[in-house]
């Protein structure tokens, strides 16, 4: 399959329910993805997703996680407090 046609299944499959195969799209190590496809029980850690495997690498990947979010957040609390200013001057 190609990327195009591998991206097109993964969007008809998310308009009828989040597909867990969307974690490979997020940077969920392919193990925990597998293993929670496979509904297997015993995780080491629960964070954004459940970690099955690496838990040092997980660890890495969730502080991402929590930088990409943090400026995210301050992108849009900026981009309010301008557009706030603006009404206001």
Known sequence: MTLSQILN???EKYTLSCP???GIF???PLEDV???INDEK???LCGYWKVF???ERAKKIFNEYDRAKNLALNY???EYMLHENKLLN
């Open 9 to 11: 299944l993964l969007k």
């Open 20 to 22: 867990h195969e969307i």
């Open 26 to 28: 997020l940077g969920i």
């Open 34 to 36: 597998m293993a929670f």
């Open 42 to 44: 015993d995780f080491k």
């Open 53 to 55: 495997g690496d838990v």
């Open 76 to 78: 849009i609390y900026n």
